[in-house]
């Protein structure tokens, strides 16, 4: 059992496999890979985890350069391409979290 807080506008998590609707319950419960190695997090929701027009989003993602200032501008493209990867961008609602309200 983990307590997880999510903006009370957060829509409700979709079962695993849907379509992810940024509700932010994976971010900020169980932060990805990506977190740790590059922004060195440790406990808590993801410091990149962004609520954005009704929604959580990858600002990590959105904004790779206001996490890794070693980035060259020039790169950000590319670095935004990985990222969406290895977040799985798109796969659909990877986290098997049960959430009780
Ligand atoms: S992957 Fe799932 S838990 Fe994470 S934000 Fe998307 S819908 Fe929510
Ligand atoms: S880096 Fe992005 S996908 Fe990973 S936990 Fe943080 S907000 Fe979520």
């Known amino acids: 059992m983990k307590t997880v807080r999510v903006h009370a506008q957060a829509p409700a998590k979709p079962r695993q496999g ?3 609707n940024g509700c932010g319950i994976c971010c900020a419960g169980w932060p990805c ?9 440790r406990r808590g929701p ?16 959105a904004r790779p350069r ?3 200032a070693w980035l060259p501008a020039r790169m950000e493209p590319l670095a935004r ?6 977040i799985a961008l798109d796969e ?3 986290c098997d979290a049960e959430v009780e309200l």
């Not at 993801?46 to 993602?61: I, K, S």
């Open 92 to 94: 659909g609602c990877d």
């Open 46 to 61: 993801c410091p990149a985890l962004h609520w954005q027009g009704q929604r959580y989003r990858c600002d990590l993602l």
């Open 81 to 86: 391409r990985v990222i969406a990867r290895w």
């Open 18 to 20: 849907a379509p992810c």
């Open 66 to 68: 206001v996490y890794l």
């Open 33 to 41: 890979p990506l977190s740790r190695l590059l922004l060195a997090h």
